[in-house]
């Protein structure tokens, strides 16, 4: 019985150009390289504006603004630390996020551990009314928050309003809800053998939690760190109205530079770009570690 003869596979067709039939065309290609650039010159063009208006004397920027600025100064840097106390409000600011940041950092930790690895009554009415909680816009709560600080200072002579600590338990009320819900869909794809291994050596909850559940979950409590303090160091409205002259933080202390007579607009792109800093500098240092723990939990 003769071997069946097999013809060979004919060679997969491919254009005169020698182009993939399945690549994307050069069109839609070229295309999406110039909505790339327009996009990216629409997000820097501010940027520029900024950081030129920041090394001009103050009647170059008020005169007009020119691409090409005919001279720079760093004065106006200089400036910045005297005409408002920047350095306070610098630091208030930094106090502020940073107590905020560890808070809801610790409080997010522990409640997102216990509701993903232990079953009670209420686990699910928990969940969802912890997340209904940002469908709320924040100045629903700045009356009622105004109110209670207020009232528990005159019962208990605790001040908490125009205080940081007051200020430090509003900024908890918006990012903690975030916070919890994010870390429980981390925590949900750290494998629950882990838990198991550390207790059968001898560790209790929270030893296995501390010593092997939140090292393997560090990308997701970076991200619950970055959201955090970015949402204490930017914010404006409850600061605005929670601080006084001595605790008032960088985001209302730039108001400083506008006057009822003039605007320093140079002082003003210069301090925006010095505040701006921390929370860039941060970002680069743990993009990695944020991306991880932006992206975890959603397949598991």
């Not at 009622?144 to 009320?173: D, E, K, Q």
């Not at 990012?175 to 207790?199: C, H, K, N, Q, T």
């Not at 991200?223 to 002259?245: C, H, K, N, P, Q």
């Not at 743990?286 to 992206?295: E, I, K, M, P, S």
């Amino acid at each position: 019985m003769s071997d069946t003869v097999r013809s060979p596979r004919p060679a997969a067709s491919s254009s005169p150009s020698g182009r993939s039939p399945t690549a994307p065309p050069r069109s839609f290609l070229w295309t999406r390289r110039v909505l790339l650039t327009l996009l990216t010159g629409f997000v820097l063009v501010p940027v520029y504006v900024m950081v030129s208006s920041s090394l001009k004397p103050l009647p170059d920027v008020t005169g007009g603004f020119r691409w090409l600025p005919s001279g720079l100064t760093l004065r106006p840097y200089v400036d910045i630390w005297s005409t408002v106390p920047l350095a306070r409000y610098f630091v208030n600011s930094l106090i502020v996020a940073g107590s905020a940041t560890v808070c809801s950092v610790v409080v997010a930790v522990l409640a997102a551990y216990a509701v993903s690895r232990y079953a009670f009554r209420g686990r699910r009415v928990f969940t969802v009314t912890v997340l209904s909680t940002q469908m709320f816009p924040g100045i629903l709560f700045l009356l009622p928050l105004f109110l209670l600080y207020v009232n528990i200072g005159n019962a208990t002579g605790i001040a908490l309003f125009g205080s940081r600590g007051g200020l430090v338990l509003t900024y908890l009320t918006f990012s903690l809800p975030f916070s919890i819900w994010m870390l429980i869909g981390y925590l949900d794809s750290v494998p629950r053998d882990l838990d198991e291994a550390a207790l059968v050596d001898g560790c209790g909850p929270l030893g296995a939690l501390f010593r092997v559940v939140v090292p393997a979950a560090v990308p997701g409590i970076v991200a619950v760190a970055v959201y955090a303090f970015m949402t204490a160091w930017g914010e404006v409205l409850f600061a605005s109205v929670m601080t006084d002259d001595a605790t008032r933080t960088l985001a209302v202390g730039l108001q400083g530079y506008s006057t009822q007579y003039d605007v320093y607009w140079n002082q003003i792109m210069a301090a925006s770009l010095v505040v701006s800093v921390p929370v860039v500098a941060g970002f680069l240092l743990l993009q990695r570690y944020l991306v991880a723990g932006l992206t975890a939990g959603a397949v598991k």
